[in-house]
């Protein structure tokens, strides 16, 4: 009795039950690819680093910089030399004819009658023949060689950074040298550690020491900036220097070293 | 009249010369954030002049082509070492100084020639010697202009030429180069192809003086010089497959080396040179083994499905060895402690090969496909990777497949083989400065695997 009944009821709604099963099916394929799309969104979320994505592997420029190779500068590319692309052609101006000046405008130079002049006397010569007076070896005045001061300021990109060192004569007779320390702690000066807004116009004073084999030891702040961060920049550029080069001369050498931030 | 019907035509002037300043205003402004942002510090190089020596006995006619010889070599060594901006020849005075007392600084410090650094100095040849005084001097310290002076006196050949010039280029970078030595004095050792056979052969860090080493009439495959530069350590083909041998230097005949069964691949030194590693398949899979350095205490290191190649050990502390395996699938670069512990995969993907570790110990050179597969577009380049960070960058792009890399001591130079045409027979070996700039051909075509010498 009960199979009758269904059989019948099924029978009367042939036309709505396939509506249903076409709805059903359609839900069905929409929730597989549902599934299939959110599984592949839950599996392969995020880059992984060596992907050609552009947050993905992502390197900072500063890596080539901690190569023990100078930083390249960029140059100018306008430069007649230096581009690529050739200059422009110089202007080929036209040949121009000067008329002839009229016969009046040419001045006549007058005469003038010289002025004639006393002949000077002469000295008469000494009757013992005079000590020649020693020649100055070194111009009296005009061009002498600058004072050097055992110093060596180099500007960056924003800021400047200088090194002095203390010892006065080793600064004067080995100036490359304090060239070659400046140049190698800024270099290792990532001003970007910096923040920019409580160090702009400051500057902080590191010293350091140098041993004889040219490595750099005891770095320690002279003077502080305030800023926190640019201290911490200022010590870890020292810190990153693995050496100088041998020491010229001496055993040790102090060196005092400011770094100027500016915008 | 003339006055007047010229005033229009100066406004349109004047109009047109503010509208052509208006448009170029932002074209400037960006120009310059774009300078700006590229610059990533404002030190500039030492400007280093280096003069033509002063050839002091030019009776004996084999003076001019050997001062000619050293000239050249000292100026590429200097412009090869990556740390100057080489003033070019054509700007120098046209004296050349050959003793302190003949140089005016003032004409060399001065435009436009604007030196820092002058290098300068005397050649003579005379009675089969030569005789070399060399001199650098600080050009804006006119007070005591001298940081180095040196006198050579050697055999007159025009291979001591170069060497001579190559000590005084090395002094030169030794000085300013902030203590790291110079590698003008450095050998290549690599892999010749020819005549169906491969053979080691040497040359010089600039791709002259190339010569053979052995006479193996085999193939003889990744040449590794020891640390003492008294021994090369390589793989050859011979009865029982490929075994690592040892040629040494001093005797200039090979050395006995224990074979084994297996195929045995790429030796690599530890920095105090008493130990190799190597990677040998004689229990199986290729994995790395250990053994001292006359082949004595052999130990594996590594045990896990699927080979493990091209070990190298960390030359600053010789106790991390970086490493290819493919126990993921394809080759990727894994760095271990040399007792096998501690094991960190550092490339995530691709087709990783053939590492070298740098000389302080901070990166790791490798050749790597990013793309490897059936119709990627990747090519095998040479890439750096930051131990540390794991960071890295490409310096090789679109010159055809590179591989082998090795880097120099003073680590500011990495050496490869490189192949332009993807034929195997055009590999040749290139060098360019660890930044990727620099490159530069060493020799012609038909030599593979460089190993530069520790120093």
Request: charged share 20%; aromatic share 8%; with cysteine.
């Amino acid at each position: 009795m009960a199979a009758e009944t269904r059989w019948i009821q099924d029978e009367q709604s042939t036309g709505e039950n396939l509506r249903g099963n076409l709805v059903g099916s359609l839900v069905l394929h929409v929730a597989i690819a549902g599934l299939i799309f959110g599984a592949a969104y839950i599996s392969n979320r995020g880059h992984n680093w060596g992907e050609n994505a552009a947050t993905a592997g992502a390197i900072q420029a500063t890596m080539v910089a901690s190569l023990p190779l100078p930083p390249k500068q960029r140059e100018l590319d306008n430069g007649v030399l230096t581009s690529e692309s050739p200059s422009p052609a110089p202007v080929v101006a036209k040949e121009k004819t000067e008329p002839p000046p009229k016969p009046d405008e040419v001045a006549v130079p007058e005469k003038t009658k010289p002025v004639k002049q006393a002949p000077q006397p002469t000295p008469a010569p000494p009757k013992h023949p005079q000590p020649t007076p020693p020649q100055p070896t070194k111009a009296a005045t005009g061009e002498t060689a600058g004072i050097r001061i055992p110093q060596s300021t180099i500007e960056l990109k924003n800021g400047t950074a200088s090194a002095m060192v203390q010892d006065r004569t080793f600064g004067a007779r080995f100036a490359y040298y304090v060239n070659i320390v400046n140049r190698t702690v800024a270099q290792n000066w990532y001003t970007q550690e910096a923040d920019p807004r409580a160090s702009v116009g400051k500057s902080v004073t590191v010293i350091f020491d140098i041993n004889r084999d040219g490595t750099p030891a005891n770095p320690r702040l002279g003077t502080g900036s305030g800023s926190p961060s640019l201290d911490q920049s200022a010590m870890r550029a020292i810190q990153r220097v693995e050496g100088f080069g041998p020491l010229p001369a001496g055993d040790r050498i102090t060196v005092e070293y400011t770094f100027h931030y500016t915008q | 009249m003339n006055f007047r019907s010229e005033r229009p035509l100066t406004h349109l002037i004047r109009f047109t010369f503010a509208a052509a300043i208006m448009l170029s205003l932002p074209v400037g402004l960006h120009a310059q954030d774009w300078f700006k942002t590229e610059t990533s510090s404002g030190v500039s190089n030492i400007r280093l002049a280096v003069a033509d020596f002063k050839g002091v006995s030019a009776t004996d006619p084999q003076t001019l082509p050997l001062k000619h010889t050293f000239d050249t070599t000292l100026y590429n060594d200097l412009s090869n070492a990556g740390i100057f901006d080489l003033i070019s020849k054509s700007m120098l005075p046209q004296a050349s100084p050959g003793a302190p007392a003949e140089i005016n600084l003032a004409q060399w410090g001065g435009a436009p020639a604007s030196a820092a650094m002058v290098a300068f100095g005397a050649f003579g040849s005379s009675g089969g010697r030569i005789t070399v005084n060399g001199f650098l001097f600080d050009a804006k310290n006119t007070q005591f202009p001298q940081v180095l002076a040196k006198q050579y006196n050697e055999q007159a050949s025009d291979d001591m030429a170069r060497q001579v010039a190559h000590r005084f280029a090395d002094e030169i970078i030794f000085r300013l180069g902030g203590g790291v030595p110079g590698i003008a004095e450095t050998k290549i050792y690599y892999v010749k192809i020819g005549g169906g056979n491969k053979e080691i052969w040497a040359m010089d860090y600039d791709g002259a003086n190339q010569h053979a080493i052995t006479h193996l009439g085999t193939v003889s495959i990744s040449p590794r010089i020891s640390p003492d530069n008294s021994r090369i350590a390589f793989s050859s083909l011979g009865r029982d497959g490929f075994q690592i041998r040892m040629y040494s230097l001093l005797l200039n005949r090979p050395v006995s080396f224990p074979s084994a069964g297996g195929t045995n691949l790429s030796p690599a030194w530890s920095p105090n040179g008493r130990d190799i590693a190597f990677s040998s398949s004689r229990s199986g899979d290729p994995e790395i083994w250990i053994a001292d350095s006359n082949g004595g205490s052999v130990h594996r290191v590594t045990s896990f499905r699927g080979p493990d190649v091209s070990p190298v050990f960390n030359p600053k502390t010789g106790s991390q060895i970086a490493w290819i395996s493919g126990r993921t699938g394809l080759p990727q670069l894994y760095i271990m402690d040399t007792d096998g512990s501690g094991v960190s995969r550092m490339t995530d993907g691709g087709y990783a090969t053939s590492p070298s570790w740098s000389p302080n110990g901070q990166f790791i050179a490798f050749a790597w496909d990013r793309k490897y597969g059936p119709g990627a577009p990747g090519g095998q380049d040479i890439y750096v990777m930051e131990v540390a960070t794991k960071r890295w960058i490409q310096l090789t792009h679109d010159i055809g497949r590179c591989d082998f890399p090795s880097w120099s001591p003073d680590g500011r130079h990495i050496v490869f083989a490189n192949t332009p045409g993807g034929r195997s027979s055009s590999t040749r070996i290139v060098s360019m400065l660890a930044d990727g700039t620099g490159r530069k051909t060493l020799t012609e075509a038909g030599a593979d695997m460089p190993n530069w010498s520790w120093k």
